[in-house]
């Protein structure tokens, strides 16, 4: 957490000390608890400008990482395969979970028993979600620290794209678990490389051209302190609502391009192999651009005696241990950890009855996915326009699409008393696609720009590692209580209750808990009372 006492600030600091100077100039005594004045992020001197080489490049490192392959396409192969391999407990061993008489249930061998494939899927996800939070405890805020979150990105996506290129060994039922180590090891390296490109987001929106002119205009006195705090708040939300729709984008490009295979392919076996070749070869070719282009924004230099295998837990302690200083930031992080794992179990929850209903067709999923594609690549411009029109605040955003959060739970509970409603008919998965694609897509962007306006400046790893820990350590809970439920019941659907409680928690929390603007005046007061400690 802190560099020795006998080692200077390095010149590439991020400038958290230069806060205390800014507001120093501002007022009398940086302890007065942010009245009268406002704290600001400040942008390192010697930090490169962001160029718009660097810019696009990030965009579109986004643009190819949009999920297809290793979120969408890969869960529906294993699933697939899983349920090929496997046999209806009705029926007995030797039964196919396919045929015609088949009870619905579908079970494989496991662990000297048998688990049905819904719950097999949820573990598969729960593993992932463990060795994520793993990852993230033990290196992830290590990133801090000079060029390592540079290197730590290219390393776990060449693992991603490796595993998505694996995946054309998937080829018969007898394979499924072999996809089911791919699958977890594509899903753990996707949730990393999110983790970690996320992590660059702070420092390269605050180096922005428009950035530093806000900066120098509010350090001039052109400006006041609340049209500073405003516009710079809107030009994060700007990026990271562009960097979302160009995810957005990618879903779209990916899946039309895909279908120039499915289409014409769709009797060749090995299509579905083909088609996450294809997903992953547009990533890469969009990708690679990023680890070219970008600006060198090294941290300070590693500690003294700390390794990078252990700064990264001290740094998790020593971030909890801020919490009286930092509330809003703590109580966000905790209500994310709700809204994470209800919204991630969800979606995969709704995965599996979707795959069972069109019968693990890629063509169909396609169709689906360009439904969500193109509706989550409106509504993140229409959002954005929205937000920057009224000058919005990105809470009262993110509120929005906490509704539609809870509302999708809710009416997959409707399916465990009828038929008729509740995730059993295609209409609804169309429906849900296109409601998902208009409300979640938003809620990625806003939810980051959240942690980044309440994360202190300068510390953004460490703080970006708390908030990706919350989103992937809070998943190893969902999917293992729901594969409980769908053992015990028999039943997939009996999942979204506890859903349903799980999502409504966490939306009160953080709509009631929350105040961003006290929080990020918190968050850069503390980092610049630390920052001097630490010269």
Not at 14 to 20: E, F, L, P, S, Y
Not at 78 to 93: H, K
Request: glycine content about 8%; aromatic content about 16%.
């Amino acid at each position: 957490m802190a560099y020795p006492e006998e080692s200077p600030r390095p010149e590439h600091d991020t400038g958290i000390a230069d806060v205390k100077d800014a507001v120093d100039s501002k007022s009398d005594d940086i302890s007065d608890g942010g009245k009268g004045h406002v704290f600001i992020s400040s942008v390192g001197r010697d930090e490169p400008v962001v160029t718009r080489k660097e810019l696009w490049s990030y965009y579109l490192y986004y643009n190819g990482d949009c999920g297809v392959g290793p979120l969408g396409y890969t869960q529906t192969l294993f699933q697939g395969l899983a349920t090929a391999a496997g046999y209806d407990p009705v029926a007995g061993p030797g039964s196919s979970c396919l045929a015609d008489t088949a009870s619905g249930q579908c079970v494989l061998p496991w662990a000297g028993g048998t688990k049905a494939v819904a719950s097999v899927v949820l573990v598969a996800n729960g593993v992932s979600f463990a060795v994520m939070t793993a990852i993230f405890t033990t290196i992830g805020s290590a990133a801090d620290y000079g060029n390592f979150g540079r290197w730590l990105l290219f390393v776990v996506t060449v693992i991603c794209w490796a595993s998505q290129y694996a995946c054309m060994a998937l080829t018969s039922p007898s394979r499924w678990q072999l996809a089911l180590a791919l699958y977890i090891i594509g899903f753990v390296s996707y949730g990393a490389t999110l983790v970690f490109y996320a992590a660059a987001f702070p420092r390269l929106a605050r180096n922005t051209p428009h950035s530093r002119q806000l900066r120098e205009k509010y350090e001039k006195g052109e400006i006041p302190p609340e049209e500073y705090e405003t516009e710079e708040s809107l030009e994060k939300n700007r990026i990271s609502n562009i960097s979302t729709a160009h995810s957005n984008i990618g879903y779209v490009f990916t899946y039309v391009l895909n279908l120039s295979l499915l289409l014409p392919l769709m009797n060749n076996p090995k299509v579905d192999n083909y088609v996450l070749v294809l997903c992953n070869s547009y990533w890469v070719i969009l990708g690679v651009w990023w680890f070219v282009f970008q600006e060198p924004r090294p941290g300070p230099p590693l500690p003294k005696g700390e390794s990078y295998l252990t700064v990264g837990w001290k740094q998790i302690w020593e971030a909890l241990k801020t919490y009286k200083h930092l509330p809003h930031t703590f109580v966000y992080l905790v209500g994310f950890f709700l809204l994470a794992d209800g919204l991630n179990t969800t979606g995969t929850l709704v995965a599996i009855c979707q795959n069972d209903k069109f019968s693990f067709s890629f063509l169909q999923n396609t169709y689906l996915g360009l439904a969500q594609a193109i509706t989550s690549t409106i509504s993140t411009f229409g959002f954005w326009y929205i937000q920057k029109y009224w000058k919005i605040s990105t809470k009262k955003m993110f509120v929005v699409t906490n509704v539609v959060t809870i509302f999708i739970p809710l009416w997959g509970m409707i399916g465990i008393w009828t038929d008729k409603f509740g995730f059993h008919n295609a209409w609804e998965f169309w429906a849900y696609n296109v409601v998902f694609g208009i409300f979640q897509a938003p809620y990625y962007a806003f939810s980051q720009t959240m942690m980044a306006e309440l994360s202190p400046p300068g510390f953004d790893n460490m703080f970006f590692g708390l908030f990706g820990l919350s989103n992937r350590a809070s998943s190893m809970i969902g999917p293992n209580v729901i594969q409980a439920i769908i053992d015990k019941t028999g039943n997939t659907w009996q999942g979204f209750p506890f859903l349903f409680a799980l999502c409504t928690a966490a939306s009160v929390v953080i709509w009631f808990g929350v105040d961003v603007t006290k929080g990020r005046r918190d968050a850069v007061k503390w980092a610049a009372s630390v920052r001097p400690h630490m010269d």
